[in-house]
């Protein structure tokens, strides 16, 4: 039996520009890099209050680190990467995407997904999810439970080679996810060749965990990549050429020829951050 949609509008990205521009188009656009955004060193901090948190309506709390009202309007293919914050017994109904490759990983909470293909699951904290929106496709997102949800979500431009593939979803727990250790922390491979998550666009993405009080160095991004780094929970310090206090929702920005940095975690809670390795978009 198919699944009933209503057709109640919610207050998110729908289409997010897809309308405006054909789907090469927007796989050829430049990144959009806006003031104050202007990097000037291989690896540079921005704070949290950089970026606009936003309250559209009542139950609904974002944090904007690409796209949206972000000064980093786009990397690249990355159109969004944003914590999304969902009250109980609220969330995005129905409404359509195409041309995207959405990703979601959960940091609390439990969000309950229904696509119009047959997809649909519950996605808890450290599990990720996948949607390919192919030419067209309708979901929705939930909190069903008594307690806020709190996301990530990641929007990419599907590689144009794609087109024609039929939409499909696909879910990951914590531990169908590789995982290695680096230092005092532990890193999920989540979007990369070892990864099982199927992935129809350019990028490289891990989540790493370092332990209160403990110590890992930051990845530099490959010849052909910079680096996009999202800190989603937790207080520390990266240290390069100088010491930068990490916050929740700071971000990174780093370009090949970045010197080491060592990542330290406050010694009373985990810190928890998200590399993302795309192609260049730092001039």
Not at 107 to 117: M, Q, Y
Not at 182 to 188: D, F, I, L
Request: aromatic residues 10%; glycine residues 8%; hydrophobic residues 40%.
């Amino acid at each position: 039996m198919g699944v009933k949609r209503r057709k109640i509008r919610s207050p998110c990205l729908v289409g997010y520009g897809i309308t405006r521009y054909s789907l090469t188009e927007l796989h050829m656009q430049k990144p959009i890099i806006r003031a104050p955004i202007q990097p000037t060193q291989a690896l540079y901090h921005f704070p949290a209050e950089t970026f606009p948190m936003v309250h559209p309506v009542h139950w609904l709390h974002s944090h904007f680190a690409v796209g949206g009202w972000s000064p980093l309007q786009r990397l690249g293919d990355m159109l969004t990467a944003h914590m999304t914050r969902i009250a109980p017994h609220n969330g995005f109904t129905w409404h359509p995407h195409r041309g995207l490759e959405i990703y979601t990983w959960v940091l609390e909470g439990t969000l309950h997904h229904e696509d119009s293909v047959g997809g649909q699951g519950d996605i808890g904290p450290a599990e990720f999810q996948r949607m390919f929106a192919g030419d067209y496709i309708e979901h929705q997102e939930l909190n069903l439970t008594d307690d806020p949800v709190r996301v990530i979500q990641i929007w990419f431009v599907a590689d144009p080679k794609y087109r024609g593939l039929e939409p499909h979803y696909q879910q990951l727990q914590r531990d169908g996810l590789p995982a290695r250790r680096a230092g005092n922390a532990t890193v999920y491979s989540l979007i990369d060749v070892d990864s099982p998550m199927q992935q129809h666009m350019t990028g490289r993405l891990t989540a790493t965990v370092v332990a209160p009080g403990g110590t890992t160095h930051i990845v530099p991004p490959r010849s052909d990549e910079d680096l996009f780094v999202y800190v989603t929970d937790g207080t520390g310090q990266v240290a390069c050429d100088e010491v930068a206090t990490l916050r929740q929702y700071d971000v990174l920005l780093a370009r090949a020829d970045m010197e080491s940095a060592t990542v330290t975690a406050a010694p009373d809670s985990a810190l928890h951050f998200l590399s993302f390795y795309l192609p260049r978009f730092l001039r």
